[in-house]
């Protein structure tokens, strides 16, 4: 995995993101979203590959 400096922070993300607009709890506006164990494997695999930049704007569950 590739990283890149995050602003002046001196903390390093990976240059790949896991945006987690699909993840929370299914509802009539999004019936697609995975609830907690179900989205947990692609959290893992993320992870695993070692990307540690997740992408949780407040939006997603407005």
Known sequence: M???RFGNTGMKVSK???G????GH???RWPW??????????????????INFFDTADIYSY
């Open 20 to 23: 987690t607009m699909t993840y």
């Open 33 to 50: 979203a995975l609830n907690e164990a179900d989205s947990k494997p692609f959290i893992k695999k993320a992870l695993d590959l070692g």
């Open 16 to 18: 790949l993101c896991l």
């Open 26 to 28: 299914p509802n009539e």
């Open 2 to 4: 590739e990283y890149v």
